[in-house]
């Protein structure tokens, strides 16, 4: 018997038609459909599952428990993308903000802020945003496009590697909560950040836990309940005035949908209750919507809604011309709502050196012209 070695070589695969594409952003069917394409069993795609949204691989070698052959016939039709880091800035208190670029050319802002006892991911859902609330930096930005289902829950597995949490089951996470508040009306994209945060909650991929997820929105209030009962994940909503003609200028979308509509839409959301509330957020602007008064109303307002006030100072960026209420207006404005027994803890701005904080992301993202946003959206819902 020979002592020689034989090496088995094997024919390069023969792609299939259509290109490469992105494994991240798949659904699990989605994803049982490339692999049976490639002529391979059902079992073969729980595997592939499992390496990239829970093991967080970024190339198919890392995929030992996977044949050879099928690894290259993986890396011959698919990749797994993630999105370039532009630029990347820390904040003097820890807060970390990435800008990121996609295929496109176009780029967004991903915020990772982390606390003693948890780390928030404040990912993005469009670029630009649909909405011009007047003292948000990101509203001055108009909206270019959706985000891809990929985009959205490649944010997530992006902050992953740069804080090194693979795999996902890590005791030890420090990502533990995920807010869609970053740039972006999620509402307005609600099928790709629907199809995202189902990866982010599977368990056996990104494993968050739906308690762990908060979507803000500014009262799109047609989606609140559909966003419910197809997510069940945690609502904020972002309130800042407690009478129409004050809301009307500061958030437009209320001409649309005003606040007696948005809170009824609130009180009808599933699974709120004492112990799950509603986050209201509420941007503390000088002499707009701080006094004593407005506190009161705020509170019969939401009397009889399970619900959390957060009282957010204001944070300026060039230009604007609102201020932030004075440090001893905001605290009355906190006792008066704690005394009629509405919660409203006062936030602590984090990331300002960096214009990271709540109200502060914008990207230099540039409006598509109409056949490259055409394209776009045919790619994003295809």
């Not at 948890?118 to 985000?147: E, K």
């Not at 990331?351 to 990207?363: E, F, H, V, Y």
Request: with cysteine.
């Amino acid at each position: 018997m020979s002592g020689t070695a034989h090496t088995q070589h094997f024919a390069p695969p023969a792609p299939l038609a259509g290109g490469a594409k992105n494994l991240i952003g798949m659904s699990r069917a989605e994803m049982e459909d490339a692999v049976r394409a490639l002529g391979e069993p059902d079992f073969r795609a729980r595997q592939l599952w499992h390496w990239v949204y829970h093991r967080g691989a970024t190339g198919f070698e890392a995929m030992t428990s996977l044949s050879k052959p099928f690894r290259a016939l993986l890396a011959a039709n698919f990749t797994i993308g993630r999105p370039e880091v532009a630029s990347a800035q820390v904040s003097s208190d820890g807060t970390r903000k990435w800008l990121l670029r996609f295929a496109d050319g176009q780029e967004v802002e991903t915020v990772f802020i982390p606390q003693e006892e948890r780390g928030t991911l404040c990912i993005s859902s469009q670029v630009g945003c649909t909405l011009t609330c007047r003292f948000c930096h990101t509203g001055t930005q108009r909206l270019v496009r959706n985000l891809s289902t990929a985009e959205i829950v490649s944010q997530i597995m992006l902050a992953r590697d740069e804080v090194g949490e693979w795999p996902a089951s890590s005791a030890d996470r420090k990502i533990t909560n995920i807010v869609l508040m970053g740039m972006g009306e999620p509402l307005y994209n609600f099928d790709n950040v629907a199809q995202a945060m189902k990866i982010a909650m599977d368990p056996e991929g990104l494993s968050f836990s739906r308690r762990k997820i908060t979507l803000s929105t500014s009262g799109v209030v047609p989606m609140m309940a559909r966003c419910g009962a197809e997510l069940g994940v945690n609502l904020a909503v972002s309130l800042h005035a407690v009478r129409d003609e004050v809301r009307d200028v500061i958030v437009p979308l209320n001409k649309k949908y005003p606040i007696a509509a948005l809170l009824d839409a609130c009180r009808a959301y599933p699974g709120t209750h004492n112990a799950r509330r509603i986050t209201f957020e509420y941007v503390m602007l000088r002499g707009i919507n701080d006094s004593a008064e407005d506190a009161r109303a705020l509170a019969g307002l939401l009397k009889d809604i399970p619900a959390k006030v957060n009282l957010i100072p204001f944070n300026a960026w060039p230009g604007v011309a609102y201020e932030c209420s004075k440090a001893t207006d905001i605290a009355a404005f906190s006792d008066i709502l704690a005394a009629a027994g509405v919660s409203a803890p006062i936030r602590a701005p984090r990331g300002r050196d960096i214009l990271a904080a709540c109200g502060q992301l914008k990207s230099a993202g540039q409006r598509l012209k109409k056949s490259d946003r055409e394209a776009s959206a045919a790619e994003v819902t295809a």
